[in-house]
Nanobody, 117 residues
Framework: VQLVESGGGMEQPGGSLRLSCAVSGFTISNYDMSWVRQAPGKGPEWISSIIPTGISTYYIDSVKGRFTISRDNAKNTLYLQMNSLKPEDTALYYC???????????WGQGTQVTVSS
C-alpha cells in the first residue's frame, strides 16, 4: 500500500495550492478518505473527509469555505484544493485512508505546506 502526496510548497497568504494523493495497493472507491495535517510542535489535526461516492464531504471549521476535498476514483487519486491560505495553514499534510471516527488505516509520507509572506 502506498499513498503519495504531492503539490505542497511555499505560498503567500491568500494564495492557493492543490494537493494530490496518488494511491496504490487498494481501490479508494471502497473507502472514506481524509486529509490530516500536523503543524510544527502540535499533534495531528483532521481537516477533511470524503465518502466513497464523493457526494458528501466534511471539514473542520477553520478550513470551511477555503478548502475543497475531492476524489477521482478512476485515477485512484485524492485531492485537496486550498484557497485563501493563511499562515496558520502551515503544516505537513497527510493523505489517509479512513476517518477520525473510524480510525486511519494507512498514511502517506506527507507534503509540506508553508504559508508565509
Amino acid at each position: 500500500v502506498q499513498l503519495v502526496e504531492s503539490g505542497g510548497g511555499m505560498e503567500q497568504p491568500g494564495g492557493s495550492l492543490r494537493l494530490s494523493c496518488a494511491v496504490s495497493g487498494f481501490t479508494i472507491s471502497n473507502y472514506d478518505m481524509s486529509w490530516v495535517r500536523q503543524a510544527p510542535g502540535k499533534g495531528p489535526e483532521w481537516i477533511s473527509s470524503i465518502i466513497p461516492t464523493g457526494i458528501s464531504t466534511y471539514y473542520i471549521d477553520s478550513v470551511k469555505g477555503r478548502f475543497t476535498i475531492s476524489r477521482d476514483n478512476a485515477k485512484n487519486t485524492l485531492y485537496l484544493q486550498m484557497n485563501s491560505l493563511k499562515p496558520e495553514d502551515t503544516a505537513l499534510y497527510y493523505c489517509v485512508r479512513g476517518t477520525a471516527a473510524l480510525g486511519y488505516a494507512y498514511w502517506g509520507q506527507g507534503t509540506q505546506v508553508t504559508v508565509s509572506s
